[in-house]
């Protein structure tokens, strides 16, 4: 089986913009989650989306926001983006009936 | 909210040595994962063990719930184990969303 996908895997973006970045799970996965990597936070959950659905929502501002779509692919979306965004974006998926997850290669964004 | 804690912060070796990596957290889980975070980012997976003792060739790890903690152990240790070896706990009724720890930096000299 294929992993979990993630494009882009660079993008740098200016103050201000927004950015899209996209997630495929493993085959038959349903659940898809996203983590923000930071060298002064660590690793901390932003949400999970389960059948189109979140489910689960860190403590993270409105302008990060995410969807999930009938294929379970998943985007999420940094709107009006700060410098402090610049941080390696993990997507993770699992399938329904179990607990472990398993993550894509990430996404780098660095804000300038 | 819940705690999570790994020791040491760092760790330097030398190869075909052996090492133990504790991970410690402050409530009950229903999922525990340990990763090895590699040079471009990604988390590979290590073990998923919420409780027990599972073997994956040189790598070990225990998990001992009722008393919440968690040890990796590593032996003969080679210079591709370097890396960034991280804890992750899930907590009941919070599907997906997974705590992790601050991480345990091990680096293997030749």
């Known amino acids: 089986k294929a992993g979990v996908t993630q494009t882009p895997r660079y993008l740098i973006k200016t103050r201000g913009q927004q950015v899209t970045l996209s997630c495929s799970p493993i085959?038959?996965?349903?659940?898809v989650s996203w983590y923000q990597q930071t060298p002064g936070q660590g690793l901390q959950f932003l949400f999970e989306?389960?059948?189109?659905?979140?489910?689960n929502k860190g403590n993270f501002p409105g302008r990060f926001s995410g969807r999930q779509f009938s294929n379970s692919r998943s985007e999420m979306n940094v709107s009006t983006l700060e410098l402090g965004d610049s941080a390696l974006y993990l997507c993770?998926?699992?399938?329904?009936?179990?607990?472990?997850?398993?993550f894509g290669p990430g996404t780098r964004l660095t804000v300038l | 909210g819940i705690q999570v804690e790994q020791s040491p912060p760092d760790l330097i070796l030398q190869e075909g040595a052996n090492s133990t990596l504790r991970c410690n957290f402050s409530d009950s889980v229903n999922n525990l994962q340990w990763f090895h975070q590699n040079p471009w980012g990604q988390l590979i997976n290590l073990f998923y063990?919420?409780?027990g003792t599972k073997q994956n060739g040189r790598l070990s790890a225990t998990t001992v719930a009722t008393e919440r903690y968690s040890l990796l152990y590593i032996s003969s240790s080679q210079t591709t184990d370097s890396g960034v070896y991280f804890c992750?706990?899930?907590?009941?009724?919070?599907?997906?969303?997974?705590?992790f720890g601050q991480g345990t930096e091990l680096s293997v000299k030749p």
């Open positions: 993770a998926s699992r399938p329904t009936s179990l607990d472990e997850q398993f």
């Open positions: 085959s038959g996965h349903r659940s």
């Open positions: 063990i919420p409780s």
């Open positions: 992750a706990v899930g907590l009941y009724n919070q599907g997906g969303k997974l705590i």
């Open positions: 989306y389960f059948s189109e659905t979140q489910r």
